[in-house]
Structure formats: structure tokens, C-alpha cells
């Protein structure tokens, strides 16, 4: 499967710890994404990465929360001190460079903090 | 926040009628998207039209773009059980084009 995976599919944590997801990218793809996404809504844009560099950030992402790509494949996402509003679907998504922005997105990675 | 919205929040139809959903965003955009999402999985990307189209078919889809009126519609002929999902635009910002926005969705429920 050539697709974008995501570890673990779901998690679930007491308010406090800290997770880490990992993203991997199809291969070929320079840009990633990551999304978060709660019942009944659409994904929230989080941040986004070309190769090794973040250039962007939302302002949803506290400063609980960190991303990297290290060496521009795969990516991971960490979130410290959880809280019970963490609780979403986490979204990576990967594309390919130029000016079409079709994104190809993982299964998804769903966090339950309690 | 949300950039694109989506109308109706929830659609339900009988197995071989139409279905039409429509979106409207507030800035000025490179290109509007259309993804599709099952219960509890991922997005599937399902069409693009760039801010110079006014309509692109893919199969069974139709999708329009007015820019005057910040607004696209997406039509799903002929549909099926199968296309019961979540259906979801999003736009990127013409001066940052790297920020897609979502909206909240069209639930549509396709009965056999």
C-alpha cells in the first residue's frame, strides 16, 4: 500500500500525559499536513511542512503541541500535557510539489484523553 | 476558523436521485476542492476546479464555481448506498496557498 499510514489508529490517554502520532508521507511527496478534526466538523488546519521545513502553524497549535520532519519523510506530532479538549481525530495528509493542491490524506489517528 | 460552508448540514435521498451540495467562502481563492469522507476514515479527494473554471466533471460528479458569488456546488447524479458520506470543500487562500480550510460538511445519506 502506497498510501499515507498513520500510527497508532487510536489512542487513548489520561489528562496529563503526553503522545506522539507519526505520519508517513507517500513517498514521492514533499509537502505534509496536519489536520485535526472533531465530531461533526471539518478538518482544522494545524500545520504544514515542505520537506524538512515547518512553514506554517496555525494558531491552534498551543505550545503543547510540536511537530516535526526531521528528514522530510515521515512526520510526527506530539502533545504535551493533554487535556480533555485534545480528544480529535489527528489528519496527516501528504501532496506532491506544484501549484495543484490535491492532498492525499491518512486514516486518521483518534485520540481519547479521559 | 472555517473558510468554506457547506449547505445542507445533512441530505437525505433515495438510491438514483440527485444529490446537490453547496459551498460558499468568504476570500478570494486559487482553488476550491471537493473530499468525500466515511464514517471514522480518512478524505478522499474527489475533484478540483481552479479560480479561472466555472464547471468540471468527474463521472458521476458536477461541480460549479461562481467567484462572483463565493460559492460552489457540488452534484452527485444517479446516485448510490455507496455514496453515503460526508462531503467536504475546501479552499486554499490565494495569498497563502498552503492553508486549506475545510467546511463543516454535508452529511448525505443515499437510502436503498
Redesign the interface.
Known amino acids: 500500500d502506497t498510501g ?1 499510514s498513520q500510527d497508532p489508529r487510536h489512542k487513548i490517554t489520561k489528562r496529563g500525559q503526553n503522545v506522539t502520532f507519526r505520519c508517513d508521507p507517500i513517498s514521492e511527496h514533499n ?1 505534509l ?1 496536519w ?1 485535526r478534526q472533531t465530531l ?6 494545524l500545520t ?1 511542512f ?1 520537506n524538512e521545513a515547518q ?2 502553524k ?1 494558531r491552534l497549535l498551543s505550545d503543547r503541541f510540536s511537530a516535526e520532519r526531521p528528514k522530510g519523510s515521515f512526520s510526527t506530532l506530539e502533545i504535551q500535557r493533554t487535556e480533555q479538549g485534545d480528544s480529535a ?1 489527528y ?1 496527516c ?1 501528504s501532496s506532491p510539489d506544484g ?10 489517528t ?1 485520540l481519547t484523553v479521559t | 476558523s472555517q473558510q468554506g460552508e457547506e449547505d445542507p448540514q445533512a441530505l437525505s435521498i433515495q438510491e438514483g436521485e440527485n444529490a446537490t451540495m453547496n459551498c460558499s467562502y468568504k476570500t478570494s481563492i486559487n482553488n476550491l476542492q471537493w473530499y468525500r469522507q466515511n464514517s471514522g476514515r480518512g478524505l478522499v479527494h474527489l475533484i478540483l476546479i481552479r479560480s479561472n473554471e466555472r464547471e468540471k466533471h468527474s463521472g458521476r460528479l458536477r461541480v460549479t464555481l461562481d467567484t462572483s458569488k463565493k460559492s460552489s456546488s457540488l452534484l452527485i447524479t444517479a446516485s448510490r448506498a455507496a455514496d453515503t458520506a460526508s462531503y467536504f470543500c475546501a479552499t486554499d487562500r490565494s495569498y497563502n496557498n498552503n492553508d486549506m480550510r475545510f467546511g463543516a460538511g454535508t452529511r448525505l445519506t443515499v437510502k436503498p
Not at chain 1, 501549484?99 to 486518521?108: A, I, K, L, S
Open positions: 499515507v509537502r499536513y489536520y461533526g466538523q471539518g478538518p482544522e488546519f504544514y515542505q512553514l506554517e496555525s481525530m489528519l495528509a501549484t495543484v493542491r490535491e492532498q492525499y490524506f491518512g486514516p486518521g483518534r
